[in-house]
């Protein structure tokens, strides 16, 4: 079974500080990762993914996130916050095999204080 | 393309009453999904559809069900509805070989009182 934990509920950082979004997962089976953000009163739409190959992956918005296999986390980075960053963001796990289903965490809300 | 679409936008239910939420998608994906959004509990998967003519619980589905009536639509059906069943809906498909990766619809608003 695979199950992800985001660790904060809420964040909040200054305006040009450093996101730190942290994700650890469990699967029995080589995991592909993602990380979704939600605007409000919007869908989720995907910000960046691992499925093989480099551990550090870069998304859009200039958000990035590192594979690490050792301590089982796919933490989300962004090097300074923007206002417009402001957002839930969703981690979530789905085993490589053939089926694509999706285990997603309880989501963080990021606040950016100006 | 308009990607995944949800309607209606927003509904009000009294409890007992019996709606239909359509979710219909443009980009010829195999699967597509049912999930519920809850405070604190993010995202919980209802009921899903691996390709056209299957379906299959989720994590929640009771007091649901689905029709996947071709590629495109996939319904998720309200029987009797409850107070519990207050949530946001958001229907997401997926297709692309081995990406796992899923687009959302926008999202529909129930409030059953």
């Known amino acids: 079974a695979q199950s992800v934990t985001q660790l904060g509920s809420h964040v909040s950082v200054s305006e040009g500080a450093l996101v730190l979004l942290r994700c650890n997962y469990s699967?029995?089976?080589?995991?592909?990762l993602f990380w979704y953000v939600q605007y409000p009163n919007q869908g989720l739409q995907l910000l960046l993914k691992?499925?093989?190959?480099?551990?550090l992956v870069k998304g859009i918005n200039g958000f990035e996130a590192e594979f690490k296999k050792s301590e089982t986390s796919f933490h989300l980075t962004k090097p300074s916050a923007h206002m417009s960053d402001a957002a839930e963001y969703f981690c979530?796990?789905?085993?490589?095999?053939?089926?694509?289903?999706?285990?997603f965490g309880t989501g963080t809300k990021l606040q950016v204080i100006p | 393309n308009a990607g995944v679409t949800q309607t209606p936008k927003f509904q009000v239910l009294k409890t007992g009453q019996s709606m239909t939420l359509q979710c219909a998608q443009d980009m010829n994906h195999n699967s597509m999904y049912w999930y519920r959004q809850d405070p604190g509990m993010g995202l919980r998967l209802i009921y899903y559809s691996a390709s056209e003519g299957t379906t299959d619980k989720g994590e929640v589905p009771n007091g649901y069900n689905v029709s996947r009536l071709n590629k495109r639509e996939f319904s998720l059906r309200l029987e009797s509805a409850a107070p519990s069943q207050t949530s946001v809906y958001f229907c997401?498909?997926?297709?692309?070989?081995?990406?796992?990766?899923?687009?959302f619809g926008p999202g529909t608003r129930l409030t059953v009182t």
């Open positions: 699967s029995s089976v080589p995991p592909y």
């Open positions: 979530a796990v789905s085993d490589s095999g053939g089926y694509q289903k999706v285990t």
């Open positions: 997401a498909s997926s297709g692309l070989q081995g990406s796992h990766e899923q687009y």
């Open positions: 691992y499925t093989t190959g480099a551990t």
